[in-house]
């Protein structure tokens, strides 16, 4: 990939952030991590003084929980936003935390040596990227031999929920079709395995990641299903009936009916999948 096609990616990536940049989606991306920490980070963890490089780090939702988890590890995490690292470090501060290093920049162009890292990890990155192959390849560049990748992805095709609705299937489908349309991928879950093995990663391993909600679980059903889920698809209103994706009656009715499985006897089930490997 020539430097100026890698230059008007990642351009594309940071302007066409298919959930935006508001305060209700800072507010969601924090929600998300807090709520779902344990689901995601209970078994990562990294050995004192290893240098772990995280991607696409954001505003820090992730970044801190990586921090807590390994106080002895060096993080260096990057992100392309110059705004969104300003939030992070304000997080990162007021958590007390002080061994993550910030740095902007650009995955397809990454300021590192090769064999730089001991471990890399990226977490709702490769969904947003038109050739997430070519991201793992500049990736694997940066991590040393014998060095791991994680990487956690959701699947929006994974969802489903009680009481059925086909209306608010279509809003959920209306976001898969908009991530498409700015050439990423909601259902990249379920391609983490073969594209970490075609980007010549062994000892390649999928864990799925289920996220089962229901009111036995209120910390879930207003962190996860009302804050995260809910409001992720909520988000691509205007878009949705801009492109004539789905009519208003219709999106009214299917966000009704995804409000409605939060109630007392609704359930709601989303899968993540959690791949590690080695270069």
Wanted: a negative charge.
């Amino acid at each position: 990939m020539g430097s100026k096609q890698r230059e008007a990616q990642s351009n594309t990536v940071q302007r066409e952030y298919v959930h935006g940049y508001s305060e209700r989606e800072l507010t969601r991306l924090y929600d998300q991590a807090n709520t779902l920490a344990q689901l995601f980070h209970h078994d990562t963890v990294y050995p004192p003084w290893s240098e772990v490089l995280e991607v696409g780090c954001g505003v820090g939702a992730q970044t801190v929980h990586l921090a807590r988890n390994s106080p002895d590890a060096q993080i260096t995490a990057i992100d392309i936003s110059e705004t969104a690292l300003a939030t992070a470090r304000v997080l990162l501060e007021h958590a007390g935390l002080r061994n993550v290093r910030l740095l902007k920049a650009d995955l397809f162009a990454l300021p590192f040596p090769s064999d730089r890292f001991d471990h890399i990890f990226v977490c709702f990155v490769l969904e947003h990227l038109h050739d997430p192959l070519a991201a793992l390849a500049c990736l694997k560049r940066v991590l040393k031999p014998g060095g791991s990748i994680t990487v956690i992805e959701g699947d929006h095709g994974s969802t489903y929920f009680y009481p059925r609705s086909d209306a608010a299937l279509q809003t959920i489908q209306c976001l898969i079709e908009i991530q498409a349309r700015l050439n990423g991928n909601a259902l990249i879950g379920r391609e983490l395995f073969p594209l970490l093995t075609r980007a010549g990663f062994t000892s390649v391993q999928v864990v799925p990641r289920m996220v089962y909600v229901d009111s036995s679980k209120p910390h879930l059903v207003e962190g996860f299903t009302r804050n995260t889920f809910i409001a992720m698809v909520e988000g691509v209103r205007d878009q949705a009936l801009t492109v004539n994706l789905i009519d208003v009656d219709t999106w009214a009715r299917g966000i009704a009916d995804l409000y409605r499985t939060t109630e007392r006897d609704g359930t709601f089930c989303y899968t993540f999948f959690k791949a590690t490997a080695v270069k």
